[in-house]
């Protein structure tokens, strides 16, 4: 079944609610899903992702050289939110990562 594209961002942005709900405990899997949401979007080489401190330090690749970036951030949820485009690149890499969390998520 083809889901449109509209789902397929409704979809990343619930499990994004669902994965940054710190009201249990941090989930080592999630902190990955953001990481990699991160990256996506900034065409970032790295990432290293601070949650207490609001902080994702990018490895990016500029002229040839390396160079990192900090960004600083209040609300985890609003953030990886807006990391989100829907281009047709995109959804094909939240495709991967819907499939990915419904078969591990559905196993935990």
Do not use: W
């Amino acid at each position: 079944m083809i889901q449109p594209n509209n789902t397929i961002v409704r979809s990343i942005s619930n499990l994004i609610e669902y994965s940054t709900d710190f009201r249990y405990q941090r989930r080592a899997s999630f902190k990955q899903l953001h990481i990699a949401i991160i990256k996506n979007h900034f065409n970032a080489t790295s990432v290293v992702l601070d949650i207490d401190n609001g902080t994702a330090l990018l490895g990016v690749d500029m002229l040839e050289k390396g160079a990192e970036v900090e960004i600083t951030f209040d609300d985890l949820q609003k953030f990886l939110k807006s990391c989100i485009r829907e281009t047709k690149e995109n959804i094909s890499f939240y495709k991967n990562i819907l499939h990915y969390y419904a078969m591990t998520e559905a196993v935990a």
